[in-house]
């Protein structure tokens, strides 16, 4: 099960106190101080880790402390750091401040660490405070508290492409049969519930991941259907493939209608969706009068459509390599430097 929030509360260690204490050892009648300082407290640390797929271990454990620092000693002994807490998130996590609403990190790379709750410091012990004219200090100073907050935890998938489109369009069908992954496909609306992944293999060297986005339906961006809890994971993704049923009793929506609905909720929820590199692809050409369908939608918004069956395969090795050349090419263009031109003026 994909869990895509959470909200959790973290609290770093508190700083062990600072020791007041003076050295008493035999044949030495007069001893200085020597109270040692207070150990750090733990901090919270934030992991990206590839591992990790979703936020179901911050659903059911909303409660995240570091330890706290261990207090000085005498003989100048520092007390014992606390160990420092690390939560394991999935890549792509953004982390908010629940209370302000701050983006504090996105953490959008493998393996990058971040600190989310600072640890407070350790008091110093009396032997800080020794002078030629103070030689027998009392004072010391108490550890910090460490720093605590509520986080809201929110998660994109990253995924190359993402399948957009009514509910019944065809979407688990496609995903299974272009991947190995095996949604839940059945003959009723919002089958999918959950985004769902899978990679697409066409050599050895040629693979890109595929996201299975839920259906959406008008109003999505203001809640309507499963609303607009899953179009956040679509901006992850590097081209959009917008299925489009032409031929099946069960979408009560006609092709055109279809899709310019679908556009309309994505530009809704953010202008950067609208423009991704996108590719439009007609389903279900296989049932009566999919093909002329599929034309007529190609006609009707002045743009390619490829036709296909996700059931019969028809069309499917074409859909392949065009999506991993879209998506080769938006990634030569993300990876190109920007060119800036100056004039005169």
Not at 26 to 33: A, L
Not at 55 to 62: I, R, T, V, W
Not at 297 to 310: D, F, K, M, T, W
């Amino acid at each position: 099960m994909l869990i895509d929030r959470a909200e959790i509360y973290v609290r770093a260690g508190k700083g062990g106190d600072g020791c007041v204490s003076f050295r008493r050892e035999k044949f030495i009648p007069k001893g200085g101080p020597d109270g040692g300082d207070g150990g750090d407290g733990g901090s919270v640390f934030a992991l990206a880790s590839p591992e990790v797929e979703t936020l179901l271990d911050f659903s059911g454990k909303h409660h995240w402390t570091a330890p706290n620092g261990q207090p000085g000693m005498g003989k100048k002994m520092f007390g014992k750091k606390g160990e420092d807490l690390t939560l394991r998130l999935p890549i792509g996590t953004l982390i908010y401040d629940r209370d302000t609403d701050i983006l504090i990190k996105d953490m959008a790379i493998a393996h990058e660490k971040t600190c989310i709750a600072q640890a407070g410091k350790g008091g110093r012990g009396n032997v800080r405070y020794a002078r030629p004219d103070h030689q027998t200090p009392r004072e010391y100073d108490e550890g910090t508290p460490g720093q605590e907050r509520w986080l809201r935890l929110e998660l994109k998938l990253f995924a190359d492409c993402g399948i957009v489109g009514m509910p019944n369009a065809g979407k688990s069908t496609l995903l299974s049969r272009l991947s190995a992954a095996r949604p839940k496909i059945a003959d009723y609306p919002f089958t999918t519930l959950q985004p769902q992944l899978g990679i697409v293999q066409l050599s050895e060297q040629r693979r890109f991941v595929l996201a299975d986005i839920p259906g959406l339906i008008e109003g999505a961006h203001e809640g309507a259907g499963l609303g607009d809890a899953f179009l956040r994971h679509i901006e992850r993704t590097r081209v959009i493939l917008h299925l489009v049923d032409v031929a099946s009793d069960l979408s009560p929506v006609e092709p055109l209608r279809a899709y310019e609905t679908i556009r309309g909720e994505l530009g809704k929820y953010s202008p950067e969706l609208a423009t991704k590199p996108e590719i439009i692809v007609a389903n279900k050409i296989d049932l009566t009068g999919g093909k002329e369908a599929a034309k007529a939608l190609a006609e009707a918004i002045g743009r390619e459509v490829l036709p296909i069956s996700a059931v019969s395969g028809a069309g499917l090795p074409i859909l392949a390599e065009k999506l991993w050349q879209l998506i080769a090419d938006a990634k030569a263009q993300a990876a190109s430097p920007v060119s800036v031109t100056l004039t005169e003026g």
